[in-house]
């Protein structure tokens, strides 16, 4: 059963150049400087004395309607929330897989697999679940439930864009690797795809994999298959077979080593020039590298180290919770800082890294306060460079970070 509420729409003019908060303030402070200028003029123009006054006067008018402007400039790069609540869509998973498609946000309710072999029981949202579709234009909400027969297999899935569409990618975590099904969004259900990935498939013994996809564009999707401490990465693409809905998986480089030891490809960035990684070690404990980037040399293969001089994200263990690519910058956000022995604090930071520079810029934006005590999901609207951070208890929040990602 659809349920769906209807909420007012937020003031997102303020966002605007021609209606911001800043350019109406200014127009008021010109105003009044003007009229002020005059009056003084005016009265004071039979004295030099006098005159020397208002020349100070006017510097000091300056001075406060351009600390005004500035001090405006930045509240416009705040997190504002949206007139939003999940209050009226029922009972709800605890934990969800979110991700912004055309004007929407998507919120798939992760389901418990009670019957997985694994120490911690896997979520998975392919199973009988919901999606809630959210308007970002109406503010309005529906809950679409959906049925999707469950594997046999322990699997894990990510859940990511591809050629315009929603698709979610599984792949093994049992005794043997391999990539297994690719999942499409259509008609308001899971729809199994033809998906060809014979020629990535590893024994797991003792391993772990870490994979990371990397969206350039709408048509290019790049995985990086990597094994825990192994010091392997498969490069590979996604594709669309030009009859039917068949896809495949197909490797297109393999590096056997990395410069650091004991370690693997934590997330990757891609543009049609360079591939980055940035790699996370394994010493009794994951830590990830933010202070050295690997490069990839297309022709060698081999993955090269660049060290950072300027700053970087001092975020403690696997760093980033969420890595989010925006043409060619990766966005940053969700580590955590140690506070002391023991001690974790959830940071509110938000990082940029540039891939062709490998410089790293710290925002002066940071996540909102009201959402760190509870479970939250980002992501990004590409094309308009606006980021969403949603809690089902908190709300949904968003902000505009153009001047930085374009």
Not at 191 to 208: K, L
Not at 216 to 227: C, E, K, P, Q, W
Not at 378 to 404: C, E, F, H, M, P
Request: glycine share 4%; with cysteine.
């Amino acid at each position: 059963m659809n349920k769906c509420r209807s909420w007012p729409l937020c003031d997102w003019s303020i966002f605007l150049p021609c209606h911001s908060a800043a350019h109406l303030n200014f127009c008021i402070l010109l105003l009044l400087f003007l009229i002020l200028r005059h009056l003084f003029w005016f009265s004071f123009s039979s004295s030099m004395n006098s005159k020397k006054y208002f020349v100070r006067f006017t510097q000091l008018l300056i001075f406060v309607a351009t600390s005004t402007i500035f001090a405006l400039a930045d509240d416009e790069v705040q997190f504002e929330k949206l007139q939003f609540s999940f209050d009226n869509l029922g009972n709800l998973s605890q934990t969800h897989k979110v991700i912004y498609w055309y004007g929407h946000l998507f919120l798939f309710g992760e389901q418990v697999d009670y019957e997985s072999e694994k120490e911690e029981p896997r979520r998975t949202i392919l199973s009988d679940s919901y999606a809630i579709d959210i308007n970002l234009n109406t503010l309005t909400a529906s809950k679409i439930p959906y049925r999707v027969e469950r594997t046999k297999e322990d699997v894990e899935e990510i859940l990511f864009t591809f050629n315009s569409q929603l698709f979610v990618i599984t792949y093994s975590t049992g005794s043997y690797f391999k990539y297994l099904s690719l999942y499409l969004w259509y008609k308001n259900t899971w729809n199994p795809m033809i998906f060809n990935t014979a020629d990535i498939q590893f024994a797991m013994s003792f391993r772990h994999v870490e994979i990371s996809v990397s969206i350039f564009d709408l048509n290019t999707a790049i995985f990086a298959t990597s094994f825990l401490g192994e010091n392997l990465v498969i490069l590979s693409m996604l594709e669309r077979v030009l009859t039917g809905f068949s896809y495949k998986l197909t490797r297109i480089y393999t590096a056997y080593e990395l410069p650091l030891p004991s370690s693997h490809v934590l997330f990757l960035g891609f543009t049609p020039k360079r591939f980055i990684a940035v790699l996370e070690m394994n010493f009794g404990t994951y830590y990830w590298v933010p202070d050295v980037i690997m490069e990839f040399d297309k022709e060698s293969q081999m993955f090269f180290a660049k060290e950072i001089n300027g700053k970087f994200p001092n975020w403690a263990f696997s760093g980033p919770r969420y890595v989010l690519q925006s043409r060619e910058n990766l966005l940053l956000m969700g580590g955590t800082e140690l506070t002391g022995i023991g001690q974790l604090n959830q940071s509110r930071d938000i990082w940029i890294l540039n891939i062709p520079d490998c410089t790293y810029t710290q925002l002066p934006v940071q996540l909102p306060e009201e959402v760190m005590a509870y479970e939250m999901y980002a992501t990004l609207d590409v094309q308009k460079s606006i980021y969403y951070v949603i809690s089902v208890d908190a709300g949904i929040y968003r902000v505009n970070l153009t001047r930085w990602l374009e």
